[in-house]
């Protein structure tokens, strides 16, 4: 399984940004896939999901209304929509699967949201 995540950078408060994670090694539409994020100093923290079809999708409270999450399942990808973006959305980003009962994990991308 491959994870590979794209998309960060720097932006001000207020812009947007477009995180992509091209998936390998694993029947993508057939799972649910998910982003998380780490701050420095915390723990990692659910940010939103979509099921296999590419329906359901869910997000943490802090997020709703800003992000989207969305795939396409002819290219293995799942992205991530940012909205809005405001100083406390800084973290790394990091696509995940949860396969043959074990979590599996990109890189990781760097967000950073400053002006």
């Known amino acids: 399984v491959q994870l590979v995540e794209s998309g960060g950078g720097l932006v001000q408060p207020g812009g947007s940004l477009r995180l992509s994670c091209a998936a390998s090694?694993?029947?993508?539409?057939?799972?649910?896939m998910r982003w998380y994020r780490q701050a420095p100093g915390k723990e990692r923290e659910f940010v939103a999901s979509?099921?296999?079809?590419?329906?359901?999708?869910n997000y943490v409270d802090s997020v709703k209304g800003r992000f989207t999450i969305s795939r396409d399942n002819a290219k293995n990808t799942v992205y991530l929509q940012m909205n809005s973006l405001k100083p406390e959305d800084t973290a790394v980003y990091y696509c995940?699967?949860?396969?043959?009962?074990?979590?599996?994990w990109g890189q990781g991308t760097q967000v950073t949201v400053s002006s």
């Open positions: 090694g694993f029947t993508f539409n057939w799972y649910t």
């Open positions: 979509i099921n296999s079809a590419g329906g359901s999708p």
């Open positions: 995940n699967v949860l396969w043959t009962a074990r979590n599996y």
